[in-house]
Every structure is written in C-alpha cells, then in structure tokens.
C-alpha cells in the first residue's frame, strides 16, 4: 500500500485549455474526497464519493468542474476552459468508513498554475 | 462562512519550549476534530484527532483539548522540535452528515533551535 497517489505532481496550462487530474486513493478506502488550497488558506471541499456514487458537491465546483470515480476505484476531476482563478493544490483524500470519525489520508496534490 | 477558524497565522517557539495552536469553530453540529500537519509541496498527514465525547488525548507529545461550551480545541506539542516546524491544520466534521472536513486556514509554526 502506497497511500494515495496523485498524478500529475505540476501541471502548467493556459488560459482556455481543459486539465484532467487523476487520484490513485488507498486500496480499501470506499470514501474519496477532493479539495482545493490557495496560498494562506486551508483545503476547501470540493467532492466527496462514496464508492462510485458522488454524494456532495460544493458550491465551489462550478459547471466547468466534473468529477468522477468509476467502479469506486480511481478519480478524476477536470476542469475544462481554465481560469486563472483556477490556480491552485488540487488534493484528493480517501478514508475507510460507513459513519463519523474516520481521518482522511491525503495525497501529495497536483499544484495547477493557469498562465 | 468561516466555520472553523484559526486566529493566529503563526508561531515561533523555542526548541524544548511547549508550543500552543488554538481553533476555534462555529457549528455546534460539529463532533469529531482532527489536527494535520504539512509540509511545503506535500499533502496534509494527519497528526491527532478527538471526538466531543472527550475532553483530551494525547499521543506522545501531542495533546488536543476540545472545550466544546466554548467551542475551542488547541493542540500542546511538549517538547517542540525543529522538526515541527510546519503548517498546522485544524478540521472538523459532523458525524452525521458526508463526514467531509471543514479546515481552518492553518498556523505556520516555526521552531527555532
């Protein structure tokens, strides 16, 4: 078990372009989540599955953003027409669990510059 | 909304010295609380957590506190190590809902040999 695996680790792209990021989560983790961090703050939620059904969606992932986890193993998440705006640590996390207080394991993030 | 909030943006602290990192958070919903460590260009790793059942625990050097009437949680690390020099995240869940985190916007703690 590697934890969980984020590729790519940088991702450069301009203005316009579609981006797609992929998470690798640990093996029997049923819960996959993505966040976002911009510099000086926190990792914002974006997605949650569980296993292969999305369950929330936050405010934050607009229509340019989709999601998807396909047979609850790997993830997805791209973002078509890029933004600047759109810069950040895109950071995927997965836990075990069917309730409350389980930690997440995160991965290493995919840092996204829109030039 | 900031519902989980961490006031102070950073810390400095002497080796050997306790070190002292304060949350706060607004939604009383909130019933299970986590503190994560990170790096530059890593991903958080999970440090310590706490359920509202409890008031403490500890693991090693690191103790949580949760004051749940005011809302509070700190993290103790006795004693600080250069090595704990990092950026400090605090998060919350409500175990009844996605069980997703709500995180803070972190304190840099620098420990200073």
């Known amino acids: 078990d590697t934890g969980v695996s984020q590729d790519p680790r940088h991702k450069i792209t301009k203005r316009g372009q579609n981006v797609t990021f992929r998470c690798d989560p640990i093996s029997e983790h049923n819960r996959l989540y993505w966040y976002r961090q911009t510099l000086g703050q926190g990792p914002e939620f974006l997605t949650y599955?569980?296993?292969?059904?999305?369950?929330?969606k936050s405010r934050l992932l607009s229509d340019r953003f989709s999601a998807e986890r396909p047979k609850g193993s790997f993830s997805t998440l791209e973002i078509q027409r890029t933004e600047q705006g759109d810069s950040a640590m895109y950071l995927c996390?997965?836990?075990?669990?069917?309730?409350?207080?389980?930690?997440?394991?995160f991965g290493s993030g995919t840092r996204l510059t829109v030039v | 909304d900031q519902q989980v909030k961490q006031n102070s943006p950073s810390l400095s602290v002497q080796e050997g010295r306790i070190s002292i990192l304060n949350c706060d958070y607004t939604n009383s919903m909130f019933d299970y609380f986590l503190w994560y460590k990170k790096y530059p260009a890593e991903g958080p790793t999970f440090l310590i957590s706490?359920?509202?059942?409890?008031d403490k625990n500890e693991d090693g050097r690191f103790t949580v506190f949760l004051n749940k009437s005011a809302k509070h949680l700190s993290l103790h690390i006795v004693p600080s190590q250069p090595g704990d020099s990092a950026v400090y995240f605090c998060?919350?869940?409500?175990?009844?809902?996605?069980?997703?985190?709500?995180f803070g916007t972190g304190t840099r703690l620098k420990v200073l040999a």
């Open positions: 998060a919350a869940s409500a175990t009844s809902g996605t069980y997703k985190y709500i």
């Open positions: 996390a997965s836990s075990l669990g069917t309730g409350g207080g389980y930690g997440y394991t």
């Open positions: 706490i359920s509202s059942i409890k």
């Open positions: 599955f569980q296993n292969e059904a999305q369950l929330e």
